[in-house]
T-cell receptor, first 109, second 115 residues
């Protein structure tokens, strides 16, 4: 059974204080790893897809990396508007996604 | 402006009552999904449909039903058989083929609570 574990559950940062979120996974035949951002009371918004170990993707202050066992989402010099819950999901075999529980990031000004 | 519309935003269910959550998309996507989100848990797949008039059970289909009579619409009915329906329900869609097939587009969700 595919498993996705995100850590930490919650992260409180000062504005400008860089940090990383972890997504570890157990899956047979990874087809893709996905990062989504979710604001309170809203649906998730797509950020990145990573397909193979060593791959990196960037968007503004966010950078996602992938190894054979885990993915990191690095937040560089975060701003209060980066506060959200970040979800990780993996896809193996068919097109169904397995989601982690998420990391809730709070950035204080 | 293309997207996915879920309604209502908030819904209350009485004991023994069936309720239906609406999901409409104008993205011309073939595939549509329903997920359930509970605090502290990952999104769990309820039902999915890759094409009109066809749908499959996800991981937690018991107590739920769906229909896919039109490409744009994928309503979810929470039946009285679902004993713990309180959750945030998310509808999503995607292209089933091509480079964007795994990218899910989500609606803004429906919060269902039991009275």
């Amino acid at each position: 059974e595919d498993q996705v574990t995100q850590s930490p559950e919650a992260l409180r940062l000062q504005e400008g204080e860089s940090s990383s979120l972890n997504c570890s996974y157990t899956v047979s035949g990874l087809r893709g790893l996905f990062w989504y951002r979710q604001d309170p009371g809203k649906g998730p918004e797509f950020l990145f897809t990573l397909y193979s170990a060593g791959e990196e993707k960037e968007k503004e202050r966010l950078k996602a990396t992938l190894t054979k066992k885990e993915s990191f989402l690095h937040i560089t010099a975060p701003k209060p508007e980066d506060s959200a819950t970040y979800l990780c999901a993996v896809q193996a075999g068919d097109y169904k996604l397995s989601f982690g529980a998420g990391t809730t990031v709070t950035v204080r000004a | 402006d293309g997207g996915i519309t879920q309604s209502p935003k908030y819904l209350f269910r009485k004991e023994g009552q069936n309720v239906t959550l609406s999901c409409e998309q104008n993205l011309n996507h073939d595939a549509m999904y329903w997920y359930r989100q509970d605090p502290g848990q990952g999104l769990r797949l309820i039902y999915y449909s890759q094409i009109v008039n066809d749908f499959q059970k996800g991981d937690i289909a018991e107590g739920y039903s769906v229909s896919r009579e039109k490409k744009e619409s994928f309503p979810l009915t929470v039946t009285s058989a679902q004993k713990n329906p309180t959750a945030f329900y998310l509808c999503a869609s995607s292209h089933p083929s091509g480079p964007s097939r795994e990218k899910l587009f989500f609606g803004s969700g429906t919060q269902l609570s039991v009275l």
